[in-house]
Every structure is written in C-alpha cells, then in structure tokens.
C-alpha cells in the first residue's frame, strides 16, 4: 500500500486479535499500516526478505506480536535499523511470561522496545509517535487523542 509507514508483522494467525488493536488504533490516527503473518521460527526467509526491502518501501516502524519462543521480534531487529517495538502475546501455558522474557532481553547492539503483554494499544502509540516526530499533522493528532482520552477516561465525577 502507497505511504504505508507502519508495519505490523506477528508469528501466527493465532496473534491475530490482540495484533489488530494496534492497526485499529493506527488507523483512528489516520497512519497507514499493512499487517502480515510471518513467523520467525516457521518462514525465516520470508521475514529477511521483507526486512530487508521495508525501509525502501516507505516503512518507518515495525510493530511485531509474538508468542512463546518469541523470536520474531529481535530477528526484525536484526535485519533492520528500524524502530522495532515488540508486543508479547499471552500464551496458553507461561501466560506470556515466555513471550514477554524471549522479546525483552536483547543483546547490546540489536534493540527492541518491548511493551507489556497484550501491550498492541500501546505498540500503535508509541509507533504513532514516532511518526509524529517528522510529521506535524500525525502529531496533531495524538495530542487530539490524549486530549479527548483525558476528557473521557482520564476524569469522571463518581455519583454518590
Ligand atoms: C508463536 O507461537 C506465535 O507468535 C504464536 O503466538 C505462538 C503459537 O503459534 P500457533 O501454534 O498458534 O501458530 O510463534
């Protein structure tokens, strides 16, 4: 897709409904996204493949869900100098203690910027923030955004 600046990239389909609340609030920012899956573990090479040509394509910022033996995020990061932001997803047995510990404890010099588990809201943010930086009207409207989520969440008369 033309001006796709973010890509959102998770190791099963399985990862499908928690990954899509990052496109989705993506999308509420008016920042395109394309969503695929791509498994570390069961397509390396499609995965290089894609790293490797996604700066040309416009992409500025990579989201990545993973599950269990979470490789995918770190092996993005290491095909890529782009921002990965890593979301463990929860896992049946280890709850996503083991998705969470295998995306956070990089090596020095290949970075991922881990969120928490089921942490996609806060992926698309934090990927819409970065685009922000370099782009006036995306930053316009994320400062809407926490504009209005203060008026609604963030401040409630509690009745008595
Ligand atoms: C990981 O293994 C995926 O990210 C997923 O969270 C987990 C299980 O994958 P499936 O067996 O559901 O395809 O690679």
Known sequence: MADTKVAIIMGSESDADEMKKASDILDELKIKSETLVIS???????????????????IKVFIAGAG????LPGVISAYTHLPVLGVPIESKSLKGMDSL???VQMPPGIPVGT????GSVNAGLLAASIIALEDKEVSERLKDFRKKQSEIKGYKPLSK
């Not at 269990?68 to 490789?71: D, P, Q, Y």
């Not at 969120?115 to 089921?118: K, S, T, V």
Request: glycine letters at 10%; a positive charge.
């Open 115 to 118: 969120l928490g588990i089921g």
């Open 68 to 71: 269990m033996a979470a490789a």
């Open 40 to 58: 570390a573990h069961r397509a390396p090479d499609k995965l290089r493949d894609y790293c490797i040509s996604a700066e040309k394509k416009g």
């Open 101 to 103: 510990l295998s995306i």
